[in-house]
């Protein structure tokens, strides 16, 4: 299975996404080309300052602040996997100012989180797709000297749990990653939960850890320039941002396909005026060259689609990832 990507129309324009909100009695409807954020707009990172979700969220934020003349802050609010600074923005008000940059790991969360007090289809509207990117295993050669996943593996059977490797926390993408791989592979690690993908990736660098699963986007640099050395990505097919890196299937296990996606979700009462004025924002953010740009560098895909479409694929999404989150027994107090 290849890295999630979002089924879309290039046929479809801006203007034909942006539909016309209810009325107010006799007043003229208003259009979504029309609505402004009533009042400075608040964006909700759920995880660390330093990883990838804030990599694709704070360009696309400051963009989508300028077209509505209004301040964004970019507000990261880590803990729980996640579930923390989603059911902050799942109790804010409706209106359009609140929202979330979720990504992949929001799909299980009701899984992993006995006590999670949301889910990401009930409480939430989707708005746009920001973003996906590959997910790769990478270590520290200094600190781990393998060359490849098979060498990865002979070491970890070789002296189960002395590998330490890390995750951007309990319950997340990257946890669930580890669980795959021991899975699938017949090995043991020690796996060593971070509040974020930054810090995971910090202690990695300064040899604290072994190894850890991360996007690409935030890998990439450090591997060209040596310091990192990535074993193997999970996908069907290599990126050609690091072409020599091989997929998970070639290095010998196959069927181990994570991929991480990002977006932008409201609050579930939100209406259908506000909810297309910001897709058709988000959408013309990403359409910008120096956006292209970023997301070609950091090897990440994103297409212009509709709401409902983005919508669709967060539905096949959960349910495909919290299949496998209770398949590998990860749920937690």
Request: hydrophobic share 45%.
């Amino acid at each position: 299975m290849k890295i999630a990507r979002l089924d879309i129309s290039r046929r479809a324009t801006l203007g034909g996404l942006l539909a016309v909100g209810a009325t107010t009695g006799a007043a003229t409807p208003l259009k979504a080309a029309d609505w402004k954020p009533p009042r400075p707009m608040n964006w909700i990172v759920p995880f660390p300052p330093g990883g990838s979700n804030d990599t694709f969220a704070r360009p696309v934020a400051s963009h989508v602040g300028r077209h509505f003349s209004r301040p964004i802050v970019v507000d990261n609010r880590g803990g729980a996997g996640g579930t923390l600074g989603g059911s902050i923005v799942s109790r804010s008000p409706a209106d359009g100012c609140t929202l979330l940059v979720g990504n992949t790991s929001l799909t299980f969360a009701t899984v992993v989180y006995a006590e999670s007090n949301f889910d990401l289809l009930r409480d939430f509207e989707p708005v746009s797709a920001i973003a996906g990117v590959p997910v790769g295993l990478v270590v520290n050669p200094a600190k781990l000297d393998v060359k490849d996943l098979a060498g990865f593996l002979a070491a970890a059977r070789k002296s189960p749990e002395a590998i330490n490797i890390g995750s951007s926390g309990l319950g997340t993408m990257a946890h669930l990653a580890i669980e795959l791989l021991q899975r699938r592979a017949g090995i043991r690690l020690t796996h060593v939960p971070y509040r974020g993908g930054g810090p995971a990736l910090q202690d990695l660098l300064a040899g604290q850890i072994d190894a850890t699963f991360q996007p690409f986007s935030t890998v990439a640099s450090y591997v060209q320039a040596g310091r990192l050395r990535a074993l193997a990505i999970a996908t069907q097919q290599r990126e050609p941002l690091l072409p020599d890196v091989p997929t998970f299937a070639e290095a010998g296990v196959p069927d181990f396909n994570v991929s991480t996606w990002y977006g932008l979700f409201a609050p579930k009462a939100t209406p259908a005026v506000p909810l297309d004025a910001l897709h058709g924002a988000v959408q013309a953010a990403l359409a910008e060259g120096d956006i292209k740009h970023i997301w070609q560098e950091q090897g990440a895909r994103v297409d212009l689609e509709s709401r409902k479409a983005f919508a669709d694929f967060v539905a096949r999404e959960v349910e495909r990832w919290s299949a496998i989150a209770k398949s590998t027994g990860l749920p937690m107090e």
